[in-house]
């Protein structure tokens, strides 16, 4: 409780809404605070109408509002913990004690997470699926990745959708440039899981991203479909960098965003 407290007060601190200390007790200061941010995320819409929290729901409720309103990335404003609450914590804390964000600067490229369309509109900005351009691109790697299904098979390139070919190569050459080879292969990046496939989202009845090249999926056997942040390996904070560079690129983590499928991104937005 007492961190939680403290992580709010730096938030809201951040915010503006907090003067008084960082101490990780919730006095007067922080009960009004707290007061404040609530209510200012009821005026502006980020909780649903009428929603109250009690406890220590309100705490991380108002956290969530104060990180949001400072541009980081909390998700709604749910009274709840989640992957993106805590990332967006952990980003704020770099900033705090770094000087500077963690986030790489991803509006100089033109490449902002609003780049990519919807997931529901990928077929009018992509072509229909299964089409040429949907293999059309090719991705070369900065070093030999394994088959994840198959060690032994190594593969220098892999073809996507034409349209995502420079980011997803900017992405792996990134990653591999920011851990080194050896991290990068210990973290088992190097694990392809595929990228075009023609086919169904698995358990459903839409087309899977995957049909139109614009999907990856790394190291499978260690992030699992239905695996949530507490056993999927890539929800590990060690991937935090990995996450700030595939984002940076407007790529989208179902993981990250959804807690399940941890081992696929996108270039398609979910909402
Ligand atoms: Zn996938």
């Given at each position: 409780?007492?961190?939680?407290?403290?992580?709010?007060q730096?938030?809201?601190?951040?915010?503006?809404?907090?003067?008084g200390?960082?101490?990780?007790?919730?006095?007067r200061?922080?009960?009004?605070?707290?007061?404040?941010?609530?209510?200012?995320?009821?005026?502006?819409?980020?909780?649903?109408?009428?929603?109250?929290?009690?406890?220590?729901?309100?705490?991380?409720?108002?956290m969530?509002?104060?990180?949001?309103v400072?541009?980081?990335d909390?998700?709604?404003?749910?009274?709840y913990?989640?992957?993106?609450?805590?990332?967006?914590l952990?980003?704020?804390?770099?900033l705090?004690?770094?000087?500077?964000?963690?986030?790489?600067?991803?509006?100089?490229?033109?490449?902002?997470?609003?780049?990519?369309?919807?997931?529901?509109?990928?077929?009018?900005?992509?072509?229909?699926?299964?089409?040429?351009?949907?293999?059309?691109?090719?991705?070369?790697?900065?070093?030999?990745?394994?088959?994840?299904?198959?060690?032994?098979?190594?593969?220098?390139?892999?073809?996507?959708?034409?349209?995502?070919?420079?980011?997803?190569?900017?992405?792996?050459?990134?990653?591999?440039?920011?851990y080194?080879e050896?991290?990068?292969?210990?973290?088992?990046l190097?694990?392809?899981?595929g990228?075009?496939?023609?086919?169904?989202?698995?358990?459903?009845?839409?087309?899977?991203?995957?049909?139109?090249?614009?999907?990856?999926?790394l190291d499978?056997?260690?992030n699992?479909?239905?695996?949530?942040?507490?056993?999927?390996?890539f929800?590990?904070?060690?991937?935090r960098?990995?996450?700030q560079i595939?984002?940076?690129?407007?790529?989208?983590?179902?993981?990250?965003?959804?807690?399940?499928?941890?081992?696929?991104?996108?270039?398609?937005?979910?909402?």
């Amino acid at each position: 409780m007492r961190d939680l407290i403290e992580a709010a007060q730096h938030a809201l601190r951040h915010a503006k809404l907090y003067e008084g200390l960082v101490d990780g007790i919730a006095g007067r200061k922080t009960r009004t605070a707290i007061s404040i941010a609530l209510r200012d995320a009821a005026a502006t819409g980020s909780t649903g109408p009428g929603a109250q929290f009690e406890g220590e729901r309100r705490i991380v409720a108002a956290m969530q509002h104060a990180l949001n309103v400072t541009g980081f990335d909390a998700g709604p404003v749910d009274g709840y913990v989640g992957p993106r609450t805590r990332g967006s914590l952990e980003e704020l804390m770099h900033l705090l004690g770094e000087g500077k964000p963690l986030t790489l600067d991803r509006e100089d490229r033109g490449e902002g997470p609003g780049r990519w369309p919807l997931q529901r509109d990928v077929e009018s900005v992509f072509g229909p699926a299964g089409g040429q351009q949907c293999t059309a691109g090719r991705v070369v790697l900065p070093f030999a990745f394994s088959l994840a299904w198959d060690l032994d098979r190594t593969l220098l390139t892999f073809s996507c959708h034409a349209d995502v070919e420079k980011p997803l190569e900017a992405i792996f050459r990134e990653a591999a440039a920011a851990y080194g080879e050896n991290e990068f292969r210990r973290l088992r990046l190097d694990r392809f899981g595929g990228c075009f496939n023609h086919r169904r989202m698995r358990g459903g009845s839409r087309l899977s991203m995957h049909s139109w090249g614009i999907a990856v999926d790394l190291d499978p056997e260690r992030n699992q479909l239905r695996w949530n942040s507490d056993r999927a390996a890539f929800a590990h904070r060690d991937y935090r960098l990995w996450w700030q560079i595939v984002e940076s690129h407007g790529a989208v983590s179902l993981g990250r965003q959804r807690d399940f499928d941890w081992m696929h991104f996108q270039f398609a937005r979910l909402s």
